[in-house]
Structure formats: C-alpha cells, structure tokens
C-alpha cells in the first residue's frame, strides 16, 4: 500500500515537473516583452536594463527556472505586472473556487440529466424515448459551448429575463444569488457532458442488463428499480466514472470560453485577459494550476475504482 502511494506520488511530481519546464519554455518563446510592460510607453534604456537585471531576466535560462520553481514551490508566485496584484491570491484564493465551482455545478447538471436519459434509452431500446434521448445527445455534443452560451443568454437572459446573463456571485455569500447566476453557465458547460454522459449509461447498461446475474435478480422478484439502480448501476459506474475522470479535464477547458461569456472571475477569464495583457507569469501560475487539477482528478479516480469494484481492494 505504502508503495503504491509512493509511486503514485512519484507520478504525480514527475507530470507537474515535465509542465512546469514546458509552460515555461513555451512562454518564454512568447511574443511580448514584460518589461517594457511594466515600465510603460516613455523609458529610457538604462531603467529598462536596470529592471531586466532586477528580474533576473538576463540570467542563463536554466538559472531562471530554477528560482523560479523554488519560489512558485514556496508559495511566491510573483506580482501581476498590471494589478499589482499577488498572484497566488489571485489564482488560488479568488479564480479557483469559481472556476471549481462552475464545473462542480456542470458535472451535477450532466449527471442528473446524462444518467436518467441514459437508463430510459437502454431500458426503451428502438423507441421513441431512445430516439429522443439519442437526439438529446448529438445536439448536446453538436453546439459547441460559447455558441450556446450566447444562445441561452439570448432567450433566457435578454429575451425571457429569467437569468442574468453577466457577473458571478459567489454562492458562499448569497447561496440562491449564487445558483441564479450560475444556473446558464453550469447548462452550457454540462450539455456536451449530458450527451456523452447519456450515450455511455445507455451503450454500459445494455451490456449489463444481458448477465446472468440480472436475470437471477428478476427471478428472485425483485422489483425493476432495483434490478436496475442497485444491480445493474453497480456495473455501470466503473465506465462511468472512467469516462468522467478523463473528460474532466475537457470541462476544465471548456470552461475557458463559459467564463469568458458569462464574464466570471475564474480561472479561464484569469487566463485570457493575461494572455490578451502578454502577462506571460499570470499565464504560467494558470498552467500550473490547471495540471495540478488534472493530476488530482486522476488520483481521485484511482481511488474511486478501489471504492467500486472491492476486488481492487489490496489487503492489508
């Protein structure tokens, strides 16, 4: 057990390391010079080398990485050349839990739309309610996610008034103020993940529902729900939530272009405007944020399957 957790560890360290040398040799290829951002339209040449050598900026590029990593381990992340602002507090403390709470909302609407919608299709193979949930699913993965942001914020927001269509309130302040703004971002995150959602509950529960052990199960006389929700969901949740796992780190992108339409303070909108400012270090604290997730979901899911499946389970 100890040495699974070391390894599993070992993994984790190595992916955010091979990041972290990608993201900042990429950037530093980057077009844009912070330097001239930060000092502005009117400098002269000696203030611009003086704040070159204050950064560090004209020291071998390994030499740069490395106080860099020591201080981004450490917590100092640097200040945003724009806002002056520290970076940590701004990506972890302020776009982070909006951007996890967007997804955490998105993943729930996908979940309690995508698995009914998949069961009633398997459960109704060739008719019209399979039709109808085989439809919900192309048209969820058809509309790509900034299209039907607009869309809904078009009928929902301007046409009807029944959302609004821009701004965040954080729900840890105002819960119900919180769900209302949030209600059209986590619809146009979550759809594409209904569809995909519904096709692998349906394709998994067909499989399923052919065993033997559910055949037994119907004639011991137990009741259809239960055949179905507790013997033959049981079964479906591993490819479930497998699929889940490694789609996660779509919604992560996705939410991307859902900030940025709906004008949220997350982690996509911190992202773009850096990326729009050449704010190339608030850019890098993103990256390494976003695979920090990456690898967190990927632990989860492993522990998951344990959690699933007790034949997974080592004995201790």
Request: aromatic residues 10%; charged residues 10%; glycine residues 10%.
């Amino acid at each position: 057990m100890l040495g699974s957790a070391a390894a599993k560890l070992g993994q984790t360290l190595l992916v955010l390391l091979i990041v972290s040398v990608a993201s900042f040799a990429f950037l530093k290829l980057a077009p844009g010079d912070p330097v001239s951002i930060m000092l502005g339209s009117d400098f002269s040449q000696g203030a611009y080398d003086q704040l070159v050598h204050d950064l560090g900026l004209d020291r071998p590029m390994a030499v740069q990485y490395w106080h860099w990593l020591a201080a981004f381990v450490k917590g100092d992340w640097g200040t945003s050349y724009i806002t002056s602002q520290d970076i940590f507090e701004l990506a972890v403390m302020q776009a982070l839990p909006v951007t996890l709470t967007l997804a955490a909302l998105s993943l729930l609407v996908a979940l309690v739309i995508g698995i009914p919608a998949g069961v009633l299709a398997a459960l109704h193979r060739n008719s019209w309610v399979d039709v109808a949930a085989t439809a919900l699913a192309i048209g969820g993965n058809a509309f790509p996610s900034f299209y039907l942001g607009i869309i809904l914020i078009w009928v929902f927001g301007v046409g009807l008034g029944w959302f609004p269509t821009l701004g965040f309130v954080a729900p840890w302040e105002d819960f119900w103020q919180g769900l209302w703004h949030l209600v059209l971002p986590a619809i146009t995150l979550g759809a594409w993940y209904v569809g995909l959602i519904a096709r692998i509950t349906r394709s998994s529960l067909l499989e399923v529902l052919g065993q033997p052990y559910i055949q037994a199960a119907r004639a011991r006389g137990e009741p259809g729900w239960r055949v179905v929700w507790v013997h033959g969901m049981r079964n479906v949740l591993m490819p479930l939530v497998t699929v889940i796992g490694l789609q996660l780190g779509g919604m992560l992108r996705g939410a991307v272009m859902t900030e940025v339409v709906f004008a949220l303070p997350g982690l996509g909108m911190m992202v773009t405007t850096a990326v729009l400012n050449r704010e190339y270090i608030v850019v890098q604290a993103g990256i390494m944020l976003t695979g920090l997730l990456f690898v967190v979901v990927n632990l989860a899911v492993d522990q998951t399957y344990q959690f699933l499946d007790p034949r997974l389970r080592r004995r201790t």
